[in-house]
């Protein structure tokens, strides 16, 4: 009896062994397809360096890019003055050069537009520059990158920039006395470097 | 200019050959696909100070260019 289970037994597995390597080997071939498509082991080993790298490629095309006083003074203040280009009232138009408004870019902050004449501060404008692509998570762009986006969407077309933003009262994200004393140091950057001009324009 | 990686460089060519225009002109309309800005630094004629120019056609780009800058559209933060 027990003989016959044993010889029953060993006709199934023999039966079965074939489907068994069959399934196998699908199994097999279907796993590194499946890995590289669900991204979960898709894991950059982290570069210590990356950012730092990438923050002085971005300083080199944000220098390559700017005016020079623009360069320097985002080198020597950590921000770039940008003109406005539209008159705020009937009375700005004939201001010539002299724009009725300006803008202050920050790096991942928002832009705060102020008048220059009298330091008044008009509004902040939330911006940022998402990663539309999808990949590798929620990243941002380098500082100067930031900046250099924000300058090319106001020099080339303020309104569109400017009507995607979310606006607020200068105080939500940037303390109006930081935004005071940092115009305090522009007008003490431009008078060390005997700039007599009032604001040059980005774009006159 | 890619989050989290910064300037990477997409294609470059000489756009007076036919092989290496159609190569630059399949990559713009690639990043425009994807919902990127292009922006060319210009210099301002009248005043000489420099700007930035959008382009949304490959034709827009300004003949003496050395280079398109693509940057992720802008939108309330």
Redesign the interface.
């Known amino acids: 009896m027990l003989l016959a289970l044993l010889a029953l037994a060993l006709v199934a597995i023999v039966l079965a062994a074939p489907i068994a390597l069959r399934r196998a080997a699908e199994w097999r071939a279907r796993r590194p397809a499946r890995s590289s498509t669900s991204g979960e082991l898709d894991l950059e080993l982290y570069d210590p360096g990356?950012e730092r790298?990438?923050?002085q490629?971005?300083r080199e095309?944000l220098r390559?890019?700017?005016?020079a006083e623009e360069w320097g003074m985002y080198r020597d203040l950590g921000f770039i003055r940008v003109a406005g280009r539209h008159a705020r009232r009937e009375i700005d138009r004939g201001r010539g050069a002299r724009p009725a408004y300006a803008y202050l870019v920050y790096p991942h902050k928002?832009i705060v537009a102020y008048v220059p004449e009298t330091g008044q501060l008009l509004s902040e404008y939330?911006?940022?520059?998402?990663?539309?692509?999808g990949h590798?998570?929620r990243?941002?762009?380098?500082a100067s990158?930031d900046v250099?986006?924000?300058?090319?969407?106001l020099?080339?077309?303020e309104d569109?920039?400017i009507r995607?933003?979310?606006m607020h009262l200068v105080g939500r994200q940037l303390d109006p006395a930081r935004v005071r004393r940092d115009l305090w140091r522009l007008a003490e950057w431009e008078r060390r470097r005997g700039n007599r001009q009032q604001v040059?324009?980005?774009?006159? | 200019?890619?989050?989290?990686?910064?300037?990477v460089l997409l294609a470059e060519g000489d756009p007076r050959v036919q092989e290496d225009e159609e190569r630059l002109i399949e990559e713009f309309r690639r990043q425009l696909d994807?919902?990127?800005?292009a922006?060319v630094?210009v210099r301002?004629p009248?005043?000489g100070?420099?700007?930035?120019?959008?382009v949304k056609e490959y034709a827009d780009i300004p003949p003496d260019s050395e280079r398109v800058?693509f940057?992720?559209?802008?939108?309330?933060?």
């Open positions: 990356r790298r990438a923050e490629r971005a095309l390559s890019c700017v005016n928002p939330c911006v940022e520059f998402p990663d539309l692509t590798g998570g990243h941002r762009l380098p990158d250099l986006a924000k300058w090319m969407a020099t080339s077309d569109r920039v995607r933003a979310n040059s324009p980005s774009r006159r | 200019m890619k989050p989290g990686h910064g300037e994807e919902g990127m800005w922006a630094p301002n009248g005043s100070r420099r700007e930035a120019q959008m800058i940057f992720p559209r802008a939108s309330g933060g």
